[in-house]
């Protein structure tokens, strides 16, 4: 029944370790995003997807790879951790893609990334 | 280019007395302006938005927020503070192509019994 659902909820790993996190969404929306919360609370945009195409790419170190299978479904890799990738990631969802500007984002309850 | 900036990163309110917490915005466009809810350890969830049809925005758990574009500003208002209030509060807007949203740096409430 959870609109957006990601997994893990933690993840507590080593400095050089590659890791995944999954999200899935059944809104049926058409955009998914990843956002990174720092300590801070600050969220920062990473990465947005629409229909399985990359339209939003920030400043992020290319260790960190998303990948889209279907519009359902996006997921975020990342290589060779590092200390400071320790945040809380939240994946997102909306139906802005299809110029519903006003359409606002679902967010899942997001990952808690240790790296230690 | 978009932005929000929301004023007093920490707002203390007493249980029962007005909450309100301030968010000012900068567009080029007519902005779509949201406010979120994130309580400990949870995502956010979507208190209201504007989206033009009115300016004074009625949302979930008996936060309002009143849009002025004279003002540039989208506060956020509840008249009577409950303890399960205390949460962080985020104002966002939306970019002009709509893929984007761009969010303030967040308020913490707290309410003091």
């Known amino acids: 029944d959870t609109a957006v659902s990601q997994t893990p909820k933690y993840l507590v790993t080593q400095m050089g370790n590659d890791k995944s996190i999954k999200c899935e969404q059944n809104?049926?929306?058409?955009?998914m995003y990843w956002y990174k919360q720092d300590s801070k609370k600050f969220l920062k945009i990473m990465f947005s997807y629409n229909n399985k195409e990359l339209i939003i790419n920030e400043t992020v170190p290319n260790r960190f790879s998303p990948k889209s299978p279907d519009k359902a479904h996006l997921n975020l890799h990342i290589n060779s951790l590092e200390l400071g990738d320790s945040a809380v990631y939240f994946c997102a969802s909306s139906q802005a893609g299809l110029g519903r500007y006003n359409s606002p984002l679902h967010f899942g309850n997001g990952t808690r990334l240790t790296v230690t | 280019a978009q932005s929000v900036t929301q004023l007093g990163s920490h707002v203390s309110v007493s249980e029962g007395a007005l909450v309100l917490l301030r968010c000012n915005y900068s567009s080029s466009v007519p902005p779509y302006l949201f406010w979120y809810v994130q309580y400990p350890n949870q995502g956010l969830q979507l208190l209201l938005k504007y989206t033009s049809a009115a300016t004074l925005v009625k949302g979930i758990n008996g936060f309002e927020a009143e849009f002025k574009k004279s003002e540039t500003s989208f506060h956020l208002t509840k008249p009577s503070a409950h303890m399960s209030d205390a949460a962080e509060y985020f104002c966002a807007v939306s970019g002009d192509t709509g893929n984007q949203f761009y969010f303030g740096t967040g308020t913490s409430l707290t309410v003091i019994p």
């Open positions: 809104l049926g929306h058409d955009t």
